[in-house]
């Protein structure tokens, strides 16, 4: 019996070691959530805004995130939902193409752009697909003129930017590594993901609320902002920048000089 607990001690402790913060963060919001019924997650959502996070052990008892106070309030987890008159979230999300799923994970938006880009065929049909779909809030944060240009431009310009949230195979939150990158289906830009220790996931700085809601033909991740393409580094913000003269003289005469992050 020792020999079990010895043997076994390790790889429990691999286990736990090899959770992300976003798979810890998940599992406290389900345990924190199943006195409401089965696969039902609590979440917390800062006080006058639309914000809502998968909570931690800290912020839960502290009812704060970033210093703010939150309410507690309960969803469905990932990939499940209600049925009338059973209690939590008992039914599996029904499986279908990634067209539809973005009707049913608060994307309807992104559907609906989906349709106007002639992207509606390419999503519901064969391959293995991540989407990073914009919410509809997400959508409707957008500047009024940036949202035109989109939507006017004869909709190739609404295409690329849908292709860029796109990466042509199926990637779960657990294959979405902190600081990896992937190839978009937009002229091979590169997507970039991070991790925070509060759980929270980010593609081009654009937080992940509804992953993993799995697809026959992929995987849709709902986003809570409409994603850009990173380009700019540090260096490059300091060189044209006339307002960050000081910052530029420090950075020059920093060991760290030589070292160029991407936003």
Request: net charge neutral; with cysteine.
């Amino acid at each position: 019996m020792k020999v079990c607990v010895l043997l076994l001690v390790p790889v429990l402790l691999s286990w736990v070691e090899s959770r992300s913060p976003y798979q810890a963060v998940l599992q406290h919001s389900r345990i924190r959530g199943r006195a409401q019924g089965p696969n039902v997650c609590a979440m917390q959502q800062r006080k006058g805004t639309d914000k809502k996070y998968f909570t931690n052990c800290k912020q839960w008892y502290h009812r704060k995130i970033c210093g703010e106070p939150t309410v507690i309030s309960y969803e469905c987890c990932p990939g499940y939902e209600k049925i009338p008159g059973e209690k939590g979230c008992p039914a599996a999300l029904p499986l279908v193409n990634i067209y539809n799923t973005l009707g049913v994970v608060g994307a309807s938006t992104t559907q609906m752009y989906s349709e106007r880009a002639e992207l509606r065929p390419e999503i519901e049909g064969p391959g293995s697909f991540t989407f990073f779909a914009p919410s509809n809030e997400a959508w409707a944060a957008l500047p009024t003129e940036l949202l035109d240009a989109l939507v006017s431009n004869v909709n190739i310009e609404l295409l690329n930017a849908l292709h860029y949230h796109m990466v042509d195979r199926r990637l779960t939150s657990e294959e979405l590594k902190h600081g990896a990158s992937f190839a978009s289906m937009y002229q091979d830009l590169h997507v970039h993901i991070q991790h925070y220790s509060n759980g929270v996931v980010t593609v081009n700085c654009a937080r992940l609320i509804k992953p993993d809601q799995h697809a026959t033909n992929g995987i849709v991740h709902v986003v809570d902002r409409v994603i850009t393409a990173i380009s700019n580094t540090v260096n490059t913000l300091l060189e044209v920048d006339d307002d960050l003269e000081t910052l530029r003289v420090r950075h020059l005469h920093s060991p760290s000089s030589s070292y160029i992050t991407k936003f």
